[in-house]
């Protein structure tokens, strides 16, 4: 591929992993967002979404593996400036961003399946199934601290490649 039509599939894919990424924020909000809020009627708005809550969570799967493949595109291209940061991207990027993005998704039907057990639960169940729900989100959160760091040192070492090949303008790949 040419550096031109690496630049057009790579700019596809991002715009397509971003509108996907967005997507299941909004679509997922109103049931997950309760958690955040930490209202106690959390799992009964994720089992009465159910619908939402999994497309929210394909459409994560979806911004994932789109925007894994941006490292893959690029690694031809980048390989030839600096081949362990290229490689690096790919790892931390394609990979181990990924990998953490599906398993996050994961949990979002776990929700689904533990919220249908609280409605059944009645008052006597229920505390022990609120607590599944919360180890559940606590997984959630923990998953969201490692891509906190996978992030970051992945687009740090795209950023180096971008600065050291000159394609864009330097104070762009700042």
């Given amino acids: 591929m040419t550096p031109k039509m690496i630049a057009r599939v790579v700019g596809i894919l991002f715009l397509l992993g971003d509108i996907a990424g967005i997507l299941s924020v909004v679509v997922t909000s109103p049931s997950l967002g309760a958690f955040s809020q930490h209202d106690p009627s959390y799992l009964v708005k994720v089992s009465a979404q159910e619908n939402l809550v999994i497309l929210g ?3 994560l799967v979806t911004m994932a593996v789109t925007l894994a493949l941006i490292p893959i595109v690029m690694y031809p291209l980048s390989k030839k400036f600096n081949e362990t940061l290229a490689l690096g991207y790919v ?3 394609g990979a181990l961003e990924t990998i953490i993005t599906i398993a996050m998704a994961i949990s979002w039907p776990l929700l689904i399946i533990v919220g249908r ?4 639960a009645g008052v006597s169940g229920a505390s022990s199934v609120q607590t599944m729900g919360t180890i559940v989100f606590g997984a959630h959160d923990r998953l ?3 891509l906190e760091v ?3 040192l992945g687009a740090l ?3 180096a490649v971008l600065y050291r090949s000159q394609l864009i303008p330097l104070w762009l790949s700042g």
């Avoid at 057990?117 to 059944?120: L, N, S, T």
Wanted: proline content about 5%.
């Fill in 57 to 59: 969570a394909l459409l």
């Fill in 91 to 93: 790892v931390f990027r």
């Fill in 117 to 120: 057990e609280y409605a059944a």
């Fill in 144 to 146: 969201n601290a490692m």
């Fill in 150 to 152: 996978v992030f970051p």
């Fill in 157 to 159: 070492m795209f950023y």
